[in-house]
T-cell receptor, first 112, second 112 residues
């Protein structure tokens, strides 16, 4: 069965520092992968997606993610975080029957 | 105007009451979904619909029902609300197979 694991429930980084959020997936075929962000009091917004092709994908707000098939990973990165990046981040995999399986989320805290 | 809207945005009700949450979309998508979000559990799928005549149960459908009144409208009902249905509820749409989903702003439901 398809699944997504986000090993870190909370992550705290200083403003201006680099960021990497981890995501591992389980899926038998070529996965369709997503990262969403949820700001406080808001719905989920798509940051980026991977369907095929270049394994390094660029998204909005300066985020990127790299698909590594050998590690079943799709980690999200940003070279320099801003206070406005404080939010909850969800990794997701497109599953069969047009469903999307979400990870449990990683809450990002930013230190001034 | 937002592409996916949910009403109400907040609702407080009492145990045993019937509640309806409504979702409307202007994206022209056939696929619509209802999720609930609980802290630490991520998003869990309640029901989904691929067109007006198609309704499918998700992983946590017990205690909930849905109605797809039109392509643009998908309602979630709690026939007899109970306190453990207190959560944040999201509606989402999807345009085609394996594409990303677009989320509404959410409805915060509290059952006393």
């Amino acid at each position: 069965a398809q699944s997504v694991t986000q090993p870190d429930i909370h992550i705290t980084v200083s403003e201006g520092a680099s960021l990497e959020l981890r995501c591992n997936y389980s899926y038998g075929a070529t996965p369709y992968l997503f990262w969403y962000v949820q700001s406080p009091g808001q719905g989920l917004q798509l940051l980026l997606k991977y369907f095929s092709g270049d394994t390094l994908v660029q998204g909005i707000k300066g985020f990127e993610a790299e698909f590594k098939r050998s590690q079943s990973s799709f980690n999200l990165r940003k070279p320099s975080v801003h206070w406005s990046d404080a939010a909850e981040y969800f990794c997701a995999v497109g599953a069969t029957d047009d469903k999307i399986i979400f990870g449990k989320g990683t809450r990002l805290h930013i230190l001034p | 105007d937002a592409d996916v809207t949910q009403t109400p945005r907040n609702r407080i009700t009492k145990t045993g009451k019937r509640i309806m949450l409504e979702c409307s979309q202007t994206k022209g998508h056939d696929r619509m979904y209802w999720y609930r979000q609980d802290p630490g559990l991520g998003l869990r799928l309640i029901y989904y619909s691929f067109d007006v005549k198609d309704i499918n149960k998700g992983e946590i459908s017990d205690g909930y029902s849905v109605s797809r009144q039109a392509q643009a409208k998908f309602s979630l009902s709690l026939e007899s609300a109970i306190p453990n249905q207190t959560a944040l509820y999201f509606c989402a749409t999807q345009g085609a197979s394996y594409n990303e989903q677009f989320f509404g702003p959410g409805t915060r439901l509290t059952v006393l």
